[in-house]
């Protein structure tokens, strides 16, 4: 078996293209990996998840989006990570061994959020549940209590996974507590878990206590750019890397206020693009006309360090 490549750098959380009737749009799913790819310099995905409405999916849709970005990522792509979560237990464990099937890089699954798991026992007996139906693919949690509701502390869940999650490969980490994420870095340095970090405007903060990469929106568009504060970061040259995520945080505290959300990240997306993601499903609705030429504007204005 070839030694899985580690996870690291930018990974796009993708967007699901709809048609204007509201159905899934599978065909632009090439060109939106040849974007990622050669526009973006980003070559890793997280399908069905928060930014690509997985949750307002049926199963088939969350299943033929797996499969097309599968194959029209096949040898473009680094990791193709596939969102099983759902509110009930069958059928993340039916989403886990269908990407298992079609050979996904990892699965990831979120609390669940109705009935919630109320302490670390009861999210690790779910968890593991998912996690064996695809007893060989590296498996990801999925923490974003924002919109979960879910405050179990990462660290906490981390302490024994091993041994009840064999598989058990990281975290994709959306909450802007770094204190629990630095904790869970420190605690797991033998271990080589991969922690991503999810919230893009504070993604400098988190490579400072020691995040392997990060999954975002923003590398939709502005991936390319990221990857050039990774670069600066690397180096080290930390006064280059703060002017690139002043730059990002300054956009997005410019369209959050405007009120940001799936549905405006598919309007941003199409402009810079230029492919149609089309409307968000209800009960989202569309990005008005004046955000899109606010948020263009805002955009355009920016001028980055290397010249762009």
């Given amino acids: ?16 293209p709809m048609t204007p009737d509201g159905r899934i749009n599978l065909p632009v799913i090439r060109q939106y990996v040849d974007y990622l790819v050669n526009e973006q310099n980003v070559k890793n995905v997280f399908v069905n998840g928060t930014t690509g409405e997985g949750l307002s999916l049926s199963i088939q849709e969350r299943k033929q989006l797996a499969e097309e970005w599968m194959c029209q990522g096949k040898d473009k792509l680094d990791h193709v990570i596939i969102h099983v979560g759902a509110l009930n237990l069958p059928e993340c464990q039916e989403m886990a061994r269908h990407a298992a099937a079609i050979g996904a890089s990892g699965i990831a699954v979120i609390a669940p959020f109705f009935f919630k798991p109320i302490n670390k026992g009861e999210l690790v007996a779910f968890l593991q549940k998912v996690a064996s139906e695809a007893p060989e693919v590296p498996f990801y949690y999925y923490h974003i209590p924002p919109l979960t509701g879910v405050k179990i502390h990462v660290e906490e869940l981390l302490d024994g996974i091993k041994a009840q999650i064999p598989t058990f490969q990281g975290v994709k980490f959306s909450d802007t507590d770094l204190l629990d994420l630095a904790q869970c870095i420190h605690k797991n340095e033998t271990e080589e878990f991969e922690f991503l970090y999810g919230v893009d405007e504070q993604l400098l903060g988190a490579l400072a206590v020691g995040a392997n990469g990060a999954v975002g929106s923003t590398y939709n568009y502005l991936g390319r750019q990221t990857n050039l504060m990774l670069q600066a970061f690397a180096k080290p040259d930390f006064a280059l890397a703060q002017q690139y995520q002043f730059l990002i945080g300054e956009f997005l505290n410019f369209v959050i206020k405007l ?5 405006q990240t598919k309007a941003v997306m199409t402009f810079v693009s230029g492919i149609p993601m089309g409307p968000p499903r209800l009960p989202l609705v569309s990005a008005s006309s004046e955000f899109i030429i606010k948020a ?11 010249g762009d």
């Fill in 1 to 16: 078996m070839t030694p899985r490549k580690k996870l690291k750098g930018l990974v796009a959380a993708t967007i699901t």
């Fill in 259 to 263: 009120g940001f959300g799936v549905a």
């Fill in 296 to 306: 263009k504007a805002k955009l355009d204005s920016i001028v980055w360090p290397d």
